[in-house]
């Protein structure tokens, strides 16, 4: 029975950590929330799994007690590190979901709210992971790789904001909605990540797409503006490397 109680102990010590590490790597490192009942199902085996561990220190450590304290302070530490992130954006869809009125039904349709609400409290982190989500449901829909880029220039990320601008482009169909996220895009190429020719580049793809758009002139002057200034700079970088002839 004691080898049997040990054995239990072993393997829910290995599934706790092996779960956690998995939550966190799809949270963090594909930008993905588990459903919101399989993290609560997930937290109550956690304090299960509390309930039979330190029971079992208990009785392994009974006559130990600093031991006993020690290993405590330790499960509640990695528990704390694996499944605090899971806690707060658990709590934070629940408060979100309570306070922000139901929308229609359509499972056609992207749910922003929860997002919106994330953004709304600051948490432009979580509110991105929201936004990634419903990018992967929805791939033909540009509004949430748009607003994926916005946040992320506010966490001050241009190269991953970028990537995701040229994404909303792509899947705008109106020259009228499509120019303020591809002036946006050149401001981020030309400003924060010094790349003018991706500038030039995304103004030459918008006159590509809406060559009769009424915006068109106004594109092609910012585009030539834009060459001319690429054209300086590259003059004024060979006349710095050449040589001087006494």
């Known amino acids: 029975m004691v080898l049997l109680s040990a054995f239990a102990s072993i ?9 956690g590490v998995y939550s966190l790597r799809r949270r963090y490192w594909y930008h993905d929330e588990l459903p919101l009942s399989i993290e609560a199902l997930t937290l109550i085996l956690v304090l299960i799994f509390y309930a039979f561990e330190i029971s079992s220190a208990r009785y392994w450590l009974g006559d ?4 006993l304290m020690f290993a405590v302070l ?6 704390a590190a694996l499944y605090g992130p899971m806690v707060t954006s658990m709590a934070s869809r629940l408060i979100v979901d309570s306070l922000l009125p139901p929308e229609r039904d359509d499972p056609t349709e992207p749910r922003y709210g929860p997002a919106e609400g994330l953004e709304h409290q600051g948490d432009f982190e979580g509110a991105v992971r929201e936004y990634m989500v419903i990018a992967r449901i ?4 540009p509004t949430a790789p748009v607003r994926i880029g916005h946040l992320l220039m506010r966490l001050d990320r241009p190269a991953e904001a970028a990537e995701w601008f040229e994404r909303g ?3 705008m169909d109106s020259a009228e909605k499509c120019l303020p996220i591809v002036n946006r895009l050149v401001e981020v190429y030309s400003g924060k990540m010094q790349r003018p020719a991706a500038a030039a ?15 068109a002139e106004s594109v092609r002057q910012r585009l030539a503006r834009l060459q001319e200034k690429q ?9 710095a490397g050449a040589p001087v002839l006494s």
Do not use: C, H, Q, T
């Not at 010590?13 to 092996?18: D, G, N, R, T, V």
């Not at 130990?64 to 031991?67: D, G, I, L, N, Q």
């Open 201 to 215: 580049a995304a103004l030459d793809g918008y006159l590509a797409r809406f060559p009769e758009s009424p915006y």
């Open 74 to 79: 330790g499960l509640v530490v990695a528990g």
């Open 169 to 171: 482009v792509r899947l």
């Open 138 to 141: 929805f791939p033909n829909k």
């Open 11 to 19: 393997l829910l010590l290995i599934a706790f950590f092996s779960w």
């Open 231 to 239: 054209a300086g700079e590259a003059g004024d970088d060979s006349s």
């Open 64 to 67: 130990a007690p600093v031991r």
